[in-house]
Structure formats: structure tokens, C-alpha cells
């Protein structure tokens, strides 16, 4: 029987800018009935019990607060072939995305599937966010009305709202986007391009210049990195906005760049095995693959001050047990 462990003995990471990590409890993931777990989304729900997205199976893998599995939704059961992506809606359900039919899934915590919606704006799914419990943004390539643009906005209940954020030049094309939500702001990334776009869905009238339908605010840009590709960009509701960066080669390490939500750098090339897979109000989880092919999924606190003084970061962060 697997349980959650504080995380005492693992100090506060502390970054710059008045940005710091403090480590609350590791959490073993026994892979369920079917023996494998890669985890391709994690949501923590208000039970405590934790969704997966495991692309092994694939299916939706149901974890209780200590990391036992519960129940695992196949095909069968949610109509979802590949899911890919999930999100929390009006804090008591929960929206799946199908990457292989493009399709939304909504849930209550017991599994039960509410409503589904296909999604013919878009092709290849790979991501869904909650903006404000108002709008479903997922990332995918543009189709119909959606050609061209990479965001794709829907109402809860399948409504095509528009489509945001032009795709990469041809010859830029390979690679994928990734986005982070906070509050009504879109992050939004791309594995072959050299910076992120920040967009508030809000206010989207006074800042639809005629170049994008849904013209960036800003733009940050970062130096180009070789052998490192964007794998994940995160957001917490005051910040940071933390891009994750992987190796092309096979390795298991990462580096994090930090940023406050208006762009300003804060810590850059933060090396770490953890890989962030979730952000719930001021908490992150991250999952690390240990080296009998177990998964340890990892709970952090952040406190941020983006005003805050700068400081030394000695061996900064999330450096766990390398």
C-alpha cells in the first residue's frame, strides 16, 4: 500500500526576484490494472483524488490522495480514444480532451460522463485550459474556421467562440504550441519559435489588430536554445508563468525559465528531474520517473513577489535528489 510522504527533509528552493519552491509531499503512483502509467496530464481535484491522462493505456486513471488507484475510464466508458489533456470546470467537474477525435468529454468526480462535444474547428488536439470557467481553450492545428490559428476558443457547452494565434511560418511548422491560463490571459508557446505571446481573452476588441484575430499584447522574447525544445509552459494565478524546457536527445533532465506574468524574466535555465505537469491555485505538481520505471508525483507551494528584491540563487531549482 503506497502513501504520501511530507516532504519535510527537501529545503525551499529560492529564486530570484522573490520567487521560491517549497516542497509538501511526494506521492507514489502505482500504476493501475493495467500495469503501465505515462502520464500525459494530471488534474487534483477538490476530493483530493488526482485524474490522470495516461497515454499507456490510454484511458483516464483515477488516483486517491495517497496514490492508490481507484478506477481507470477506457474507451468503453468515456468515448474518448486518446485523451490528452485535462482541465478543471466550475471546480466540481472535469473536461477531457481527445487527441485522436477531436472532442470534449465533461465529467463529475465519479466518472460519469455529462456531456461530449466535437471540436470541428481544429485538428490534432493537444491541450485544453479553463479561462474563468467561461471559455474551453484548446491548442490544435486550425481547420475550417479555425485554419491557420492555434488556440480555439468553445463555451463549456461546445460553442465555437474563435480562433486565436497565428501557426509558425512555413519552415517553422514542425514542433508543437503549448499555453498556460491565468485569469482571462492566454500564454501561449511554440517548440520552434523564440518567444510567447500573451493575450487577454477580456479585452480581446481593443486589442485585435489586424495582423492576428487576437493580436499578442506582448511579446517575450528569449535567446534561442540549442538541443533544448519548449515541453511545457504553466501559469499560476499571480505568478510565475514557467516555461519548461526538455532535451531533444533522450535524457531525463529539464531546465525552467521563470517569468512574472507581464514577461519580466525572473530565474532562467533552472535545472531539475522533476517535470511539472499541473498548477492548482498557488500549488504545482510535477512527476518524476524513477529508476525502476516507478512514478513519484511531487506537490510544491510557490510564494512569488515579483517586486521582491533580488537575490543569489545558489544551485537553484527543484534540484530533488540528483
Known sequence: MSHSTPARSVPTVQFAFGAAFTPLMSIPLRPGRGGRLAVSDLLPTPSGRFWVANAAQPALDIYSPDGEPLRSLDRRVTGLRRPVGLTSLYGRWIAALDGYMPAVAIFDEGGRVLRRFLLPELDRPVQVCNLCDRWLAVVGTGW??????????????????????????????????????????????????????????????????????????????????????????????????????????????????????????????????????????????????????????????VRFRPDGSRSQASRPGLRRGD
Not at 482571462?184 to 523564440?194: E, K, N, P
Not at 492576428?212 to 540549442?226: F, H, I, K, N, Q
Request: net charge neutral.
Open 144 to 301: 475550417g474556421r479555425g485554419a491557420s490559428r492555434q488556440v480555439h476558443l468553445y463555451t463549456p457547452t461546445g460553442e465555437y467562440v474563435e480562433s486565436l494565434f497565428g501557426e509558425p511560418r512555413e519552415g517553422e511548422a514542425a514542433g508543437r504550441a503549448y499555453m498556460a491560463a491565468a485569469g482571462s490571459a492566454v500564454y501561449l508557446g511554440h517548440s520552434r519559435t523564440d518567444s510567447f505571446a500573451i493575450y487577454d481573452v477580456e479585452a480581446r476588441a481593443v486589442v485585435a489588430f489586424p495582423r492576428l484575430s487576437g493580436s499578442p499584447v506582448r511579446t517575450v522574447a528569449r535567446e534561442p536554445t540549442d538541443c533544448l525544445r519548449l515541453t511545457g509552459l504553466f501559469a499560476a494565478a499571480c505568478g510565475p508563468l514557467i516555461a519548461l524546457y526538455s532535451p531533444v536527445a533522450r535524457s531525463r533532465g529539464h531546465l525552467y525559465d521563470l517569468y512574472a506574468l507581464d514577461g519580466t524574466p525572473v530565474s532562467l535555465g533552472v535545472p531539475s528531474l522533476e517535470r511539472i505537469v499541473a498548477v492548482e491555485g498557488p500549488l504545482f505538481y510535477s512527476v518524476r520517473i524513477e529508476d525502476g520505471g516507478g512514478v513519484t508525483l511531487s506537490v510544491w507551494k
